[in-house]
């Protein structure tokens, strides 16, 4: 168990609908990082917090947005779904000083 | 820009034989760190190593070990006396090295499928 805990595990939604995927770090972790993975682009970087501040930013779509809260637990709203928005999106959360990254089991997405 | 290439796109080997998994990165830093994940079929990413760039002593965990060359820019991994608990998605990454406060981000290869036959 990485102790990053993400909720829900599937999520299976309609075109043009929005969703919000929950991440919690592990205790003490400050840095939360959202990745999608998808058969034809791999492991994607979409965006990073740090204690609550946009860190890094990568591959995301306008329609996705992220945020952190005053309690570490971040949010990756996805809106206006399409079909190839269908993935497996994992959160990640690291400790300071070039820490590992480790992962949560993921939140499968299918849009219908 | 940073780029992970695993060229090895699927592995099948039978029980017990040796597999060694290629990882070539390219970067402009001469810092960095180098890291190895496993995604088995139930999905989650499972952390096995990470690797200073300023250390290229090999690392033996029990039948995983690590050949970090920096000349060639390569980072393999290989499993002796695989067994079917092994068969999963191997991911090789990169990170830029941070000089305090958060880590930075991963940069993924597109992995190997290993595929180990009893």
């Known amino acids: 168990d990485s102790g990053v805990t993400q909720t829900p595990k599937h999520l299976i939604t309609a075109t043009g609908q929005r969703v919000t995927l929950r991440c919690s770090p592990r205790s003490g972790d400050l840095s939360v990082y959202w990745y999608q993975q998808s058969l034809d682009q791999g492991l994607q970087f979409l965006i990073q917090?740090?204690?609550?501040?946009?860190?890094a930013k990568g591959n995301i779509l306008e329609r996705f947005s992220a945020q952190q809260f005053p309690d570490l637990h971040s949010e990756l709203n996805l809106s206006s779904l399409e079909l190839g928005d269908s993935a497996l999106y994992f959160c990640?959360?690291?400790?300071?000083?070039?820490?590992?990254?480790?992962f949560g089991n993921g939140t499968r997405l299918t849009v219908t | 820009a940073q780029k992970v290439t695993q060229a090895q796109t699927e592995i099948s080997v039978v029980e017990k034989e040796d597999v060694t998994l290629d990882c070539v990165y390219e970067t402009r830093d001469t810092t960095y760190y180098l890291f190895w994940y496993k995604q088995p079929p139930s999905g989650e990413l499972v952390f096995l190593i990470r690797?200073?760039?300023?250390?290229?002593q090999n690392e033996i965990s029990g039948r995983y070990s690590w050949n970090f060359q920096k000349s060639t820019s390569s980072f393999n991994f290989t499993i002796t006396a695989s067994q079917v608990v092994d068969s999963a998605v191997y991911f090789c990454?990169?990170?830029?090295?941070?000089?305090?406060?958060?880590?930075?981000?991963?940069?993924f290869g597109t992995g190997t499928l290993l595929a180990v036959q009893p």
């Open positions: 990640a959360s690291s400790g300071q000083g070039n820490s590992p990254l480790h």
């Open positions: 917090y740090y204690n609550g501040e946009e860190r």
């Open positions: 990454a990169l990170s830029e090295v941070n000089y305090g406060g958060a880590t930075n981000k991963l940069i």
């Open positions: 690797r200073n760039s300023f250390d290229e």
